[in-house]
C-alpha cells in the first residue's frame, strides 16, 4: 500500500495533496485521474481516495471511504524527552528509527551537560512524516523545539497526569552509586509514558533530583554504555515490545 498523507483530509469531500505529495503521486508513480490511493491525516485515520485532479504540484483527491474509523479506547502514548546530540545527524536517525518503532511525542531538551542546546524542529518533522508512511503508521508524532529541562518541568509537562489514566515517568540515568530499575521491568502495559534521555554527558545531580522531586522513576538501560540516540530507541522498543504482550 501506497501511504500519503494530508492534514486536510476529510471523511467526505475534496483535499488538495501539498507539492512533495502531489509530486510523488504524479510524477514518481505516474498516478492519473481516477486512479485510488490511501490517504491518512496522521491522526489515526485512514481514508481510501480516488484522484481528481493529476496536477504534480496539487493533487486534488476525493474521499471515497473512510477505512479505519476512529477507535474507542486509544492505544497507549510514548513521549520520548531527549538532550540532542552534539551531531545532528544522529537525532535524525533516531527520529526516523523512533516513528517506525512507534513514538506519540519527542521532546528536544536543554540539560545542563548539552553540547548542543538548539535544533531545528522542521527537518526532523519531515523525516518523521517519511518514516511515518515508511512503516504504514497513521500517527504523526509531535516534534517539540528544544526547551530546558528545568522550564519544561516547571511548565507542568514533567508533572502532570492525564485525566483518567497514569502516566508513567522515567529518568534513565548513569549514576551506578543510585538505585535504578531495568526499564523493561518497569514499564506496566497498558498505560502512557514519559521517558527522560539526558546528553553524551549525562543528566547533572541537580537534574537528577529535579527529576525524582517530580516523581520521575530512576530506570537502567542495561549494562552496557549506551550512545544518547541508542538509549532512546532502546527506550521505544522496550515500550512498544511491552505493550505487545
Not at 9 to 31: F, K, Q
Not at 87 to 114: F, Q, Y
Not at 175 to 193: I, V
Request: charged letters at 25%; glycine letters at 6%.
Amino acid at each position: 500500500m501506497q501511504l500519503f498523507y494530508s492534514k486536510e483530509i476529510t471523511e467526505t469531500g475534496y483535499a488538495t495533496l501539498d507539492t512533495e505529495e502531489s509530486r510523488h503521486a504524479v510524477r514518481v508513480l505516474r498516478m492519473r485521474e481516477g486512479d485510488e490511493l490511501h490517504v491518512t491525516d496522521g491522526c489515526g485515520h485512514l481514508y481510501r481516495c480516488a484522484i481528481v485532479a493529476a496536477d504534480a504540484s496539487a493533487c486534488v483527491v476525493e474521499t471515497l471511504l473512510e477505512v479505519t474509523p476512529p477507535a474507542d479506547t486509544p492505544r497507549c502514548r510514548l513521549h520520548l524527552a531527549v538532550a540532542p546530540t552534539k551531531n545532528p545527524s544522529r537525532m535524525e536517525w533516531l527520529v526516523e528509527k523512533a516513528v517506525e518503532v512507534g513514538i506519540d511525542e519527542l521532546t528536544l531538551l536543554d540539560c545542563d551537560h548539552s553540547e548542543r542546546s538548539f535544533l531545528k524542529t522542521d527537518r526532523l518533522e519531515r523525516i518523521a512524516l517519511s518514516a511515518m508512511k515508511q512503516s504504514l503508521h497513521l500517527s504523526l508524532p509531535r516534534i517539540n523545539p528544544a526547551i530546558a529541562l528545568q522550564e519544561w518541568m516547571e511548565s507542568g509537562e514533567g508533572r502532570a497526569e492525564k485525566a483518567g489514566a497514569v502516566t508513567q515517568k522515567f529518568i534513565a540515568h548513569c549514576e551506578a552509586g543510585q538505585p535504578r530499575t531495568p526499564l523493561d521491568e518497569a514499564l506496566l502495559p497498558g498505560h502512557d509514558a514519559v521517558v527522560l534521555i539526558g546528553p553524551e554527558g549525562d543528566f547533572s545531580e541537580e537534574e537528577i533530583q529535579l527529576a525524582l522531586r517530580q516523581g520521575f522513576q530512576p530506570v537502567s538501560l542495561g549494562p552496557s554504555r549506551l550512545r544518547t540516540e541508542t538509549a532512546a530507541l532502546y527506550a521505544a522498543v522496550a515500550f512498544s515490545v511491552k505493550n505487545e504482550e
